[in-house]
């Protein structure tokens, strides 16, 4: 779960990118907590760094709740073939 904060998104976005990475490698479905713009570009820039490493085009990763989503957010979150779950 990403969780929003004044200085930005914890876990850090590295540590974010790793444990998903590791997860993904795992063969696991991805589904990532995130709302607000700030956590929804984190989550889909942890998932567009372990497709990029670790590619897997029919791994159906999601977003929880992604209520607020700009529409170039959107796009980025439709490239990578990430489900929305609202």
Do not use: W
């Not at 990475?21 to 942890?46: M, N, T, W, Y």
């Not at 159906?60 to 929305?84: A, G, Q, W």
């Amino acid at each position: 779960m990403l969780v929003e904060t004044a200085k930005g998104v914890v876990p850090p976005l590295d540590e974010l990118k790793r444990k998903v990475l590791e997860i993904h490698k795992a063969g696991f479905q991805l589904a990532i907590h995130a709302v607000e713009p700030i956590a929804v570009d984190a989550a889909a820039s942890a998932l567009d760094y372990a497709q990029s490493n670790f590619p897997q085009p029919d791994r159906r990763h999601r977003i929880e709740h992604c209520s607020d989503c700009p529409p170039e957010l959107f796009e980025k979150l439709t490239r990578l073939n990430v489900n929305i779950v609202t």
